[in-house]
C-alpha cells in the first residue's frame, strides 16, 4: 500500500490512459470501471426501494442513505439548513451566504449559483417557454411543480407549511424556513 500510495500521489504515476477523455490511473481495474461509467453509461447498482441506478456502490449507498433514510449529517452554521452532501454544503454556503453566482446569463446581466436555474431563466425568460397553463386563470409556468404549487395556494388557498412558534402558515417549506430563521 506505501508503494501505491508514494506512486501515485507523490510520483503522480498513473499509468493507465482513457483513450476517449485522456483520463489517468493508477490501475487499469479504475480505468475499467472508469469506462463503463462514464463513456458507456453502465449502473449495475439498482436501489432496491426505488427506481434509481447507480454506476457505483457508494453512490448507491448514499442515495439509501440521504433520500430514503433522510440521513443529513452536515448542517450549515449559518441557517437551519441539513443535508446529506458536504459539496451540498459548501455549494449551499457559497450560493446563499457568500451569494456566490458563478453562472452568468450570455443574454442578459443576470447571474445564478445554480447551473439549473441559469437553464430555466434562459428557457422562461428569454426562449418564453411556459408549457404548463393553469385551467382556472390560464396563468403559464415552465414546470408542473410550479403551476401545481400555484393551482394549490392560489385557487385552493392552503398553505401546508406551519410555524410551529407562531402558527403562519406558509405556500413553500422554504419560505416557513426564512420565517424561523427571522422569527
Known sequence: H???????????????QCSICLFKFFQRSDLNRHIAAVHEKKKPFMCSICPFKFSFKFELNNHIA???EKKKAFECSLCPYKVGRKD???RHIAIVHENKKPFLCSTCPSTFGYKYHLNKHIAVVHEMKKPFR?????FKFFQKSDLNRHITAVHEKKKPFVCSMCSSKFVLKVTLTKHIADV
Open 88 to 90: 451540498h454544503l459548501n
Open 2 to 16: 506505501l508503494n501505491k500510495h508514494i506512486a501515485v500521489v507523490h510520483e503522480m504515476k498513473k499509468p493507465f
Open 66 to 68: 440521504i433520500v430514503h
Open 134 to 138: 393553469c385551467s382556472i386563470c390560464r
